[in-house]
């Protein structure tokens, strides 16, 4: 009478190890993508901020001082009937009180020094640019799409 041959096969401690590594694997690798989601989202910020900057700029060199009030609109910041930057990416604005998509503040306000534009990051730490650079924006300086 003839052995039949002995089948090799994973055994279910082996599956489950290889199947704990690959979940291990994939939760680092969606981490890492979502890092660098959230690092785009803000240099795209920081992008539209120093856009807008850079417009004030223009309107005081133009006007000699800077504009009481900008306006943000759903693809646009509109600071004379002239002078409008447009924005791209998350800069977008798409509800009533949120600046952004994905709910992103901007502000904007006059300081002695001149002024303040500024988003808050995904961090919750604000980016400001201008003269009179405070380290945040508060809730009197939000601006609301119109």
Not at 89 to 102: F, H, L, S
Not at 118 to 123: C, I, N, Y
């Amino acid at each position: 009478m003839r052995k039949s041959p002995k089948k090799r096969a994973f055994t279910l401690v082996e599956l489950m190890v290889a199947m704990a590594i690959i979940a291990v694997l994939m939760g680092l690798a969606a981490f890492g993508i979502a890092q660098a989601l959230r690092t785009l989202r803000d240099d795209q910020r920081r992008n539209a901020v120093r856009d807008v900057e850079t417009a004030l700029n223009a309107y005081y060199a133009d006007n000699a001082e800077y504009p009481a009030a900008i306006t943000l609109s759903v693809n646009q910041v509109t600071i004379t009937a002239n002078l409008v930057v447009p924005l791209e990416g998350v800069a977008k604005a798409t509800g009533n009180a949120n600046p952004t998509a994905d709910n992103t503040p901007y502000c904007y306000a006059l300081t002695t020094d001149g002024y303040k534009i500024g988003a808050k990051l995904e961090s919750g730490q604000w980016y400001v640019q201008g003269t009179g650079v405070a380290d945040t924006c508060v809730d009197a300086d939000i601006i609301t799409p119109t």
